[in-house]
Nanobody
């Protein structure tokens, strides 16, 4: 059983920054997703095992950066220029190799961390 644990969420003013972390174990493609109240879970970004391939949703491209440190078993999501619309619970997820934006292709999920952006 793969355990994932997110941290780093909180309350930030619009235009501010946060960095989310996710501790993981194993050799996986890692993704970040988010879910706002009343909305479906949506893809944010993914990164492959080596860190050489990343991909972002259009609404975070240029503002968010996904990275990983395999020596520390941690994946990060640096979020800059945060907007009110970025308010959501953010989840990290892992899958065995598939580079995918679809939540149902990720086998393992963390519990989520709340990000709230005040306008």
């Amino acid at each position: 059983q793969v355990q994932l644990e997110e941290s780093g969420g909180g309350l930030v003013q619009a235009g501010g920054s946060l960095r989310l972390s996710c501790a993981f174990s194993g050799r996986y493609t890692m993704g970040w997703f988010r879910q706002a109240p009343g909305k479906a879970r949506e893809f944010v970004a993914y990164i492959n095992w080596s860190g050489g391939i990343t991909y972002y949703s259009d609404f975070v491209k240029g503002r968010f950066t996904i990275s990983r440190d395999n020596a520390k078993n941690t994946v990060y999501l640096q979020m800059n220029s945060l907007q009110f619309e970025d308010t959501a619970v953010y989840y990290c997820a892992a899958n065995i190799g598939t580079l995918s934006t679809r939540p149902n292709t990720y086998e393992f999920w963390g519990q989520g961390t709340q990000v709230t952006v005040s306008s």
